[in-house]
Each structure stands twice: as C-alpha cells, then as structure tokens.
C-alpha cells in the first residue's frame, strides 16, 4: 500500500463531494464550447463537392446531438439542485441535500408525488 493517509482522505473528499454538479457544469462548458465551435464555422465557405471534407457531416453530428447534451445538462440541473455558484454547488457534500421520491419527481417533472 502506496497511498499515504493524505492521499486517501482526499480521495475520499471527492466522494463526498456533489458529483452530479460537477458534472452538470462539466457538460455545460462542452455545450458552450460546441456552440462556440458552430459559430465560428460559415456554412457558406464549405467545399460539398469534396468527398474527402466531411466537415459537413461532422457539423450535422454536433447539431444532432445539441438536443441530447441540452436536456441532459438541465435534468443534471434540476436534479443537482443546481445555483449557478460552481463552488457550492460542487464542493457542498451530498449528504446535506435531502433526496426524497418527491424530490426526484419534481426534478423529473412527473406529476406523482408533486405537492397540489
């Protein structure tokens, strides 16, 4: 055993960490830097008749997959409990936030379990 009792404690502080949140803001920034990517791109400077470009196809594949990398990163939001400050959302220990079946329900937007 290599690891130190420094070395396991912090490992064990990422576990205790939110890690829905991290990777909320995770797949936000990539969102953000493919949105970044698609507007520097002018679809009016691409070669279509290059078979070899396929820098069209590879657009169409970003642009399909946009709707997913959306939806997900607002159910990790929503999920995470998410309040725009990286730090405390990301740093704050699970165990603090209380889950419930009512909780993810909500987060989900399933009508059961919401309060009338």
């Known amino acids: 055993m290599a690891e130190t009792i420094e070395e396991l404690k912090k490992q064990l502080c990422k576990y ?3 890690g829905p949140a991290k990777l909320f803001y995770s797949l936000n920034r990539k969102a953000w830097e493919m949105a970044e990517m698609l507007n520097s791109i002018n ?3 691409l070669t279509l008749d290059d078979p070899k470009d396929k820098t069209f196809e590879r657009m169409r594949f970003i642009i399909n997959d946009s709707a997913n990398i959306a939806n997900a990163v607002k159910a990790l939001g929503e ?6 400050d990286e730090d405390k959302d990301t740093l704050s220990p699970v165990y603090k936030r209380v889950t ?17």
Not at 79 to 84: F, K, Y
């Open 16 to 18: 205790e960490q939110n």
């Open 43 to 45: 679809m009016k400077s």
């Open 79 to 84: 999920a995470a409990g998410i309040t725009n």
């Open 100 to 116: 419930t079946a009512e909780s993810i329900a909500d987060s989900l937007g399933n009508s059961a379990g919401q309060k009338s």
